[in-house]
């Protein structure tokens, strides 16, 4: 399908051999044919759905003349495609935006949107709705976007229960990575835990930030909310925080990210409207910068199908007559673990029972204790 339609150019940016423009097809005059890129990026003009502020342009140049001046030591093909302006209403930016994933999805390419508000995630979600799989989304964000028995117009701050609600649905799991305890409340970590639903504080990831890489190595659509990072890393934010991720925990998230070879989609989100400060439109391109550098960076061992290749460990429970069957990556040294389900269960949930964790997780199975992860899908499988 021709998606040109939907894309104004950008200005021409000028960068030099060896940086991440050289390998780049950006929309100057010409659109580019982002069929034989392996990432396509573009930004969108949208903002309405956040809750407070004006709507207004938002200003991603500087940030694209940086990210394309970076040294890169890989050959990525990069299609950008330029900037989606918003529609007459909401619901055509949405339209949009969920026809533009569903085409790039359909191509197999790997898609970054530089938002806007965050509840653009919903309209980049329905985009897999025809591939007829379940995906995984994960939100690094400061708060959980819910709002518990309220029915109203989508808005960067409820965009999660659209989501849940959508009919049919094809949300598998869903994550939150950096939640800070003072924005969510009981309900909302109850209706998580219901729905077996997987988060992690921010203190937590800071202690060790190598948490969340099981977390990304299993997401299909990654949301970021800008609003995760500490002010004084980032203010450029529409919810800004003394609190948060800092520069370089944020651009370590983008690397695990980068390389999970199950992620296909990412958005950057709730960016204020007019010129950001320098330093912040740097931080946005080091966060891109580490997500390409990651994706360069892919092993393609996720175990699906063939599995010949990967050393395969069992741990046999007593109290559960059962074998918990891990499986380890020669090449990238990763591990995955196993959930059994009914012969019965839906073909498309096949790809997700093959859970990542890593090595810590196997050292609590030969202790007897099955891990959280483990129980977690094994209620949504069976």
Known sequence: MSIDLYFKSVEEISFEKGTVGSNASIYHENFPDWESADVVVLSVNENRGNVGDEFGDLDHFKIRERFYQFKLNHKVKIADLGVLHAGATVKDTFSAIREITNAV???????????????????????????????????????????????????????????????PSILFNFSILGFQQFYAGQDELRFFDDLYFDYFRLGELQKNIEKSEPILRNTDILSVDLSSLRFSEFSGAINTAPNGFFGNEICQLMKYAGISDK??????????????REVDNELIAQMLFFLIDGYSSRKNDFPVGNKKEHLKYSVFHDDFDHHLVFHKSPKSERWWLEVPYPPSKDFKFERHHLIPCDYNDYLIAQKGVIPDLWWKTYRKLN
């Open 263 to 276: 992620l296909s989609s990412i958005g950057i989100y709730n960016q204020k409207i007019g010129k950001l």
């Open 105 to 167: 999805q359909k191509k197999q390419k790997f898609l970054i949107i530089l938002g806007g508000s965050q509840d653009l995630t919903y309209a980049n979600y329905l985009g897999y709705q025809e591939l007829e799989q379940t995906v995984n989304l994960t939100c690094v964000d400061n708060r959980f976007d819910v709002e518990i028995e309220k029915e109203e117009d989508i808005t960067n701050h409820n965009f999660i229960n659209h989501l849940l609600l959508h009919q």
